[in-house]
């Protein structure tokens, strides 16, 4: 009987590399190509811009491939147990860094019944890193980064979302990659443009002093050096009249959502609660403002989200709830609710009534406060989206303050030099093209 030889691709264009592992695989058996599914790549690598499917008759289309299977985990473990394939071959690549965990596993695996791994040298060339940069560039791009939150609502059973307020936050959001207790890497899907971060970040109270014109600055630091979808965080909208502008600019810098809460006149941040002053919009006001937007919208992959603030201002469960149906009704595409208790009992209730409603449109949840709930538990109840709203900024504000105080106790840099990351680690940070 002719042997296996098993490979996993996940590329949405086929280039010398890909061709040389065909080749390769050829000398020990029948081919076999695994195509990691949407769910799987987007935890893994990059989001996939051609769907699962034009991807697995693109592989198809190799010379010298004999089938295609769908691989739905990241470690191999389904197509393992499924085929027992005699040889996987791969990139040498997979030796060093985050992915060298994936080739531990598989190789436990395979060794098991006798399986081989093969290493193939990576192929290294001005080819390959061209199409590798054209793939990131094109992710990169308002039509395809813009309609990327709606297929990540599709693809994943919650969209993990952290806050950015400049190039180097977003980097953060956009490279930290993890390998998980479960052995799977993992890392954020998408980015929050937080008002009060970006505020906060320019020296500025939370209350849209920050313009506009401003904020949409920070969103062009991010978009620059960035590809993951970005959720706007646009305060009340402003006036009906501008927020219908302000919609049309944010569709165009290739934003795929924009969150406005149903509060008027000077606006305070939310987890002040009760003890500022801070008005409530009425049903009507705020839903005309959002079937305004959505009459504005050019695109179709624009989402406009409605947040109710009837817990932070304690007017309870049935108003909000009344809220969330009308904002709906008048073409919110997703509802966020906010609470500002730490016990996430009103989150879940919330959750648990709406869905016993409408079981489909979008719930965005921000746990700053009620942090003890996890992303698979706020899931259960039917949330599709967490923002993680502050937490870096939050993390970078202390750290910075103690080192500033440390410098003038001491009169010296040396004290603090051990907490500091390298020279060499900062000049070599920002990779240059
Ligand atoms: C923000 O991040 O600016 C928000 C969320 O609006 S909260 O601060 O919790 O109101
Ligand atoms: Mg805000």
């Given at each position: 009987m002719s042997k296996t030889a098993y490979t996993c691709f996940s590329t949405d264009v086929i280039h010398a590399g890909h061709l040389n592992i065909i080749k390769e695989a050829q000398k020990y058996g029948k081919v076999v190509v695994g195509c990691l599914s949407d769910k799987a790549s987007i935890r893994y690598n990059r989001f996939p811009t051609v769907p699962e499917k034009d991807r697995i008759e693109m592989y198809n289309n190799i010379e010298g491939v004999d089938s295609v299977v769908l691989q739905n985990d990241m470690l191999y473990d389904d197509v393992i147990e499924k085929l027992h394939p005699d040889y996987i071959i791969h990139g040498d690549n997979w030796t060093k860094g985050v992915e060298s965990a994936i080739r531990s596993h598989v190789e436990k695996l395979v060794s098991a019944y006798g399986g081989q791994i093969i290493d193939v040298p990576y192929t290294y060339n001005e080819e390959v890193s061209k199409i590798d940069l054209q793939l990131k560039e094109r992710l990169s791009m308002p039509e395809y980064r813009r309609k990327r939150l709606r297929q990540l609502i599709e693809m994943t059973p919650v969209v993990k979302v952290m806050e950015a307020h400049s190039g180097l936050t977003g980097l953060i959001v956009e490279k930290t990659v993890i390998e998980g207790d479960n052995g799977k890497l993992d890392q954020f899907d998408a980015m929050w443009i937080s008002s009060l971060c970006d505020s906060t970040a320019k020296g500025k109270p939370d209350i849209e002093l920050v313009d506009m014109t401003s904020r949409f600055r920070t969103i062009e630091d991010i978009t620059e050096v960035t590809t993951k979808p970005i959720i706007f965080d646009g305060d009340t909208g402003g006036l009906t009249e501008h927020f219908v502008y302000t919609v049309r600019s944010l569709e165009r810098l290739g934003v795929s959502a924009v969150i406005i809460e149903d509060k008027k006149g000077l606006k305070k941040n939310s987890l002040f609660g009760t003890e500022v002053e801070q008005t409530q919009a009425t049903i009507e006001e705020m839903s005309d403002k959002i079937t305004a937007g959505k009459k504005a919208q050019l695109t179709d992959d624009f989402m406009i989200i409605a947040r109710i603030e009837s817990l932070i201002l304690e007017k309870g469960m049935d108003d909000a709830l009344e809220r969330a149906f009308a904002f709906v009704e008048a073409g919110a595409d997703g509802i966020m609710i906010h609470s500002r208790k730490?016990?996430?009992?009103?989150?879940?209730?919330?959750?648990?009534?709406?869905?016993?409603?409408?079981?489909?449109?979008?719930?965005?949840?921000?746990?700053?406060?009620?942090?003890?709930?996890?992303?698979?538990?706020?899931?259960?109840?039917?949330?599709?989206?967490?923002?993680?709203?502050?937490?870096?900024?939050?993390?970078?504000?202390?750290?910075?303050?103690?080192?500033?105080?440390?410098?003038?106790?001491?009169?010296?840099?040396?004290?603090?030099?051990?907490?500091?990351?390298?020279?060499?680690?900062?000049?070599?940070?920002?990779?240059?093209?």
């Amino acid at each position: 009987m002719s042997k296996t030889a098993y490979t996993c691709f996940s590329t949405d264009v086929i280039h010398a590399g890909h061709l040389n592992i065909i080749k390769e695989a050829q000398k020990y058996g029948k081919v076999v190509v695994g195509c990691l599914s949407d769910k799987a790549s987007i935890r893994y690598n990059r989001f996939p811009t051609v769907p699962e499917k034009d991807r697995i008759e693109m592989y198809n289309n190799i010379e010298g491939v004999d089938s295609v299977v769908l691989q739905n985990d990241m470690l191999y473990d389904d197509v393992i147990e499924k085929l027992h394939p005699d040889y996987i071959i791969h990139g040498d690549n997979w030796t060093k860094g985050v992915e060298s965990a994936i080739r531990s596993h598989v190789e436990k695996l395979v060794s098991a019944y006798g399986g081989q791994i093969i290493d193939v040298p990576y192929t290294y060339n001005e080819e390959v890193s061209k199409i590798d940069l054209q793939l990131k560039e094109r992710l990169s791009m308002p039509e395809y980064r813009r309609k990327r939150l709606r297929q990540l609502i599709e693809m994943t059973p919650v969209v993990k979302v952290m806050e950015a307020h400049s190039g180097l936050t977003g980097l953060i959001v956009e490279k930290t990659v993890i390998e998980g207790d479960n052995g799977k890497l993992d890392q954020f899907d998408a980015m929050w443009i937080s008002s009060l971060c970006d505020s906060t970040a320019k020296g500025k109270p939370d209350i849209e002093l920050v313009d506009m014109t401003s904020r949409f600055r920070t969103i062009e630091d991010i978009t620059e050096v960035t590809t993951k979808p970005i959720i706007f965080d646009g305060d009340t909208g402003g006036l009906t009249e501008h927020f219908v502008y302000t919609v049309r600019s944010l569709e165009r810098l290739g934003v795929s959502a924009v969150i406005i809460e149903d509060k008027k006149g000077l606006k305070k941040n939310s987890l002040f609660g009760t003890e500022v002053e801070q008005t409530q919009a009425t049903i009507e006001e705020m839903s005309d403002k959002i079937t305004a937007g959505k009459k504005a919208q050019l695109t179709d992959d624009f989402m406009i989200i409605a947040r109710i603030e009837s817990l932070i201002l304690e007017k309870g469960m049935d108003d909000a709830l009344e809220r969330a149906f009308a904002f709906v009704e008048a073409g919110a595409d997703g509802i966020m609710i906010h609470s500002r208790k730490k016990d996430p009992a009103e989150i879940v209730e919330f959750c648990d009534k709406f869905r016993a409603k409408d079981k489909t449109t979008p719930i965005v949840v921000v746990p700053s406060s009620f942090n003890v709930i996890t992303e698979d538990e706020l899931a259960a109840h039917g949330v599709n989206i967490v923002i993680y709203a502050n937490q870096l900024t939050r993390s970078a504000f202390p750290a910075m303050q103690q080192t500033a105080m440390d410098i003038l106790k001491y009169h010296r840099a040396k004290e603090v030099d051990d907490r500091l990351m390298s020279i060499k680690d900062i000049i070599t940070l920002i990779d240059e093209i």
